[in-house]
């Protein structure tokens, strides 16, 4: 697997970059076919034990970036000769600007945007609804539990909780199954709380659950780990914040000082 966080990498990095031309911002116009295909079969002739998918331009001239399917990122040259991989980041006046972040950002606003919530599990506040939470979460996750336990703190608050199922141990797995049995039942709010207390409720997993959707969809949109909070505005949260902290990020609660 192609990963690394090493500071000794990223300085690395910066080297092997210096004098490309980085462009203002993430390009996401369409890839040509001829690229995608040069891409992917230079890359898969090399490893065709892994799935491959040309994302889009990346903010460097001439390089694209493209997801193995279940694992990294890499930034690709257009024919496929060279790639590195981690994270890369554009420097700004006042700050590090994770390019890859800011892409999944503006995708992950269109998508919930316009998304259906049809197939997730929503706990609403019993008043008006001043804020939601998108969460990739699993039951056997024990801060997705703790979180679980935080929703009518949350309710009360006027945030409303969307769950999306992202089963960690993969699929198929025990998890799935008892992820799938919660969106499979009739009711769903009580079924998923059941099984994120520990009890023990029969397997009953229904052939058009969305789980394995869901899963995929958390690794497009950048999820690794449970719980993955998404705000509306695109922003990424990535494991448990209490429910005050939570409160406070939407300007539910007074801050801090």
Same mark, same amino acid.
């Given at each position: ?83 590195f /991989? ?7 006046? /006042? ?5 890859r ?19 997730m ?6 008043e ?9 979460? /699993? ?6 539990? +703790? ?91 990535p ?5 005050a902290?939570?409160? +406070?990020i ?8």
């Amino acid at each position: 697997m192609l990963k690394t966080n090493s500071i000794s990498f990223k300085l690395a990095l910066g080297a092997v970059i210096t004098g490309l031309v980085l462009l203002s911002e993430v390009t996401v116009a369409e890839v040509p076919n001829s690229v995608i295909n040069t891409i992917t079969d230079r890359l898969s002739s090399a490893r065709s034990d892994l799935s491959f998918r040309v994302v889009g331009r990346a903010p460097i001239q001439g390089f694209y970036e493209v997801q193995i399917q279940s694992g990294a990122v890499l930034y690709v040259s257009a024919d496929g000769e060279y790639f590195f /991989d981690g994270d890369l980041y554009k420097v700004n006046a /006042d700050q590090f600007l994770n390019m890859r972040e800011v892409r999944l950002k503006a995708e992950r606003q269109a998508l919930f945007a316009s998304r259906s919530t049809g197939d997730m599990i929503i706990f609403k506040p019993a008043e008006q609804t001043k804020a939601v939470m998108n969460v990739f979460t /699993d039951v056997d996750c024990g801060y997705c539990r +703790k979180l679980h336990r935080e929703v009518p703190e949350l309710n009360a608050y006027g945030i409303e909780v969307r769950y999306l199922a992202y089963p960690r141990a993969g699929i198929p797995s025990e998890t799935y199954d008892k992820m799938a049995t919660a969106w499979c039942a009739k009711d769903q709010q009580d079924i998923l709380t059941r099984v994120k207390n520990g009890d023990d409720i029969a397997t009953a997993v229904c052939d058009n659950n969305p789980v394995a959707e869901h899963f995929a969809l958390g690794r497009d949109l950048g999820v690794s780990g449970t719980p993955s909070i998404i705000l509306m505005d695109g922003t990424m949260i990535p494991g448990y914040q209490p429910a005050a902290d939570l409160a +406070k990020i939407f300007g539910l609660a007074e801050p801090d000082y």
